[in-house]
């Protein structure tokens, strides 16, 4: 793959100052349900967690408003708890049998914890990832969804205990059955979630064995193959990962993201006239995803169809202006035009948008070097250094500029730490300079 376009696919399938302490925010929830009727214990348990772990989302919720993020208007309306469950970490710590007079119970405690250390920080980058925001928010509706259900099936069970019909005690189990299922992979579902960390699943593995919990479950419900398709993607698994966007995309035809992401793993297998097709399919069905636009734009870079890619990107900044890599990218496109002026704006804009983007920093680097300004060009490229230790494009491009200058000391210093970082070409550069 070309150096400057750097696997800038992968902002589409995603993206915490600080209160002012260390160690985090701690609520606990204990839920007691009493199980009675047609109601199973698993009924009851699930009904619990359920409700401890919604009272835990909005009191952290509430807690979160405190931040600057969320004061200064940029969460949506509705969507602090869906915020809330993405930096909330929540799991059963005590379930145990209870009894009640003559009735048995179960007691279910919840532990919900939000980490402080740049929390402010954390909320503005979940925030910037509208699809993540979007899914969270969409998990949580269904989670309230379930729990509704769940607690109106619980009165019709007391209201029926006793004297109901058999015929609607059956239908009633049944429903109770269906629901308890459907609330226990949503607790399947939250386990992955809590394995992503902005970037990549902690663990792609555990991730695939925890959904696969999930769809054992519900095997009709497209989000969790879509998941799966993730977790196989970032674990480079792509055929599998081919097979879950299809199922996702068959159970759900107009599944936008489903589209993109299949697109980003054709992407990865260089079948990029496919990819196109899943990118055309996912703007269709969203006219808002700029991720699709960018992805988009990266297949027709790749075919050197530069001024097509710029289109794409030109999209993708009028849906989000303030996205960096959309900048970068279109940059990376004008340097295939060798439009460099343009090409150097582009970088500007995007350093500008993000001051810690080693990639846009390292290919402006590129560009002042095509341009024979090399003291600019170094300056760039130890700004990628600082940002990315492990670049090893940026020491060997470093030393190029460095021999340029006639600085050949530096140039083999470069050279020597690109290469132990595992740069093809720099031992070769050393030999040729002696």
């Known amino acids: 793959m070309d150096p400057k376009i750097l696997a800038q696919l992968v902002g589409a399938l995603l993206r915490w100052g600080s209160l002012g302490r260390l160690g985090s925010k701690t609520v ?30 909005e009191e952290m919720g509430a807690y979160l408003q405190r931040l600057s993020a969320v004061r200064s ?3 949506p309306a509705g969507n602090t708890v869906a915020l809330s469950s993405g930096l909330t970490h929540s799991e059963v710590v005590k379930e145990k049998p209870f009894t009640s007079g003559d009735r048995q119970g179960i007691r279910i405690v919840v532990k919900g914890k939000v980490a402080q250390v740049n929390l402010d920080g954390r909320a503005r980058k979940l925030l910037a990832d509208r699809m993540r925001l979007e899914r969270l928010k969409a998990s949580e509706q269904r989670d309230a969804a379930l729990l509704e259900r769940h607690e109106s099936l619980e009165a019709e069970n007391a209201r029926l205990a006793g004297r109901g019909s058999a015929a609607k005690k059956k239908a009633l189990r049944a429903e109770f059955r269906d629901n308890s299922r ?4 949503q607790e399947w579902h939250a386990k992955l979630e809590a394995l992503w960390n902005g970037i990549e699943y902690a663990d792609a593995k555990q991730a695939i064995e925890y959904i696969n919990k999930a769809i054992e479950l519900v095997p009709d419900y497209p989000v969790y193959y879509f998941f799966r398709g993730n977790a196989n993607y970032y674990w480079k698994q792509y055929p599998p990962a081919l097979r879950d966007f299809d199922t996702a995309i068959r159970l759900d035809p107009r599944y936008a993201e489903a589209f993109n992401n299949r697109g980003n793993t054709y992407y990865q297998q260089r079948q990029y006239p496919r990819a196109i097709q899943d990118y055309d399919a996912a703007v269709r069905f969203n006219s808002h995803y700029a991720d699709a636009f960018n992805n988009r734009g990266n297949s027709f870079y790749q075919q050197k169809q530069f001024p097509r890619a710029i289109e794409e990107y030109d999209k993708a900044i009028r849906l989000d202006e303030g996205n960096a890599i959309y900048y970068n990218n279109r940059g990376i496109s004008h340097d295939g035009l060798e439009q460099r002026a343009q090409a150097l704006e582009d970088y500007a804009e995007a350093i500008r948008r993000d001051p810690d983007y080693a990639v846009a920093f390292y290919n402006r680097g590129l560009t002042y070097a095509v341009l024979e300004q090399h003291e600019r060009a170094i300056a760039d490229y130890q700004q990628a250094i600082r940002l990315d230790p492990k670049n090893a494009d940026a020491y060997y491009s470093r030393g190029r500029s460095y021999e340029k200058r006639g600085y050949k000391g530096a140039a083999r210093r470069d050279w020597r730490k690109a290469s132990k970082l595992g740069h093809l070409r720099a031992k070769e550069s050393m030999r040729k300079l002696g």
């Open 73 to 75: 208007g940029q969460v």
């Open 182 to 185: 459907k609330l226990t992979a």
């Open 28 to 57: 606990r929830k204990e839920v007691r349900k009493i199980i009675e009727g047609v109601q199973t214990v698993d009924d009851a348990r699930a009904g619990a967690i359920a409700r401890a772990k919604r009272e835990i989302l």
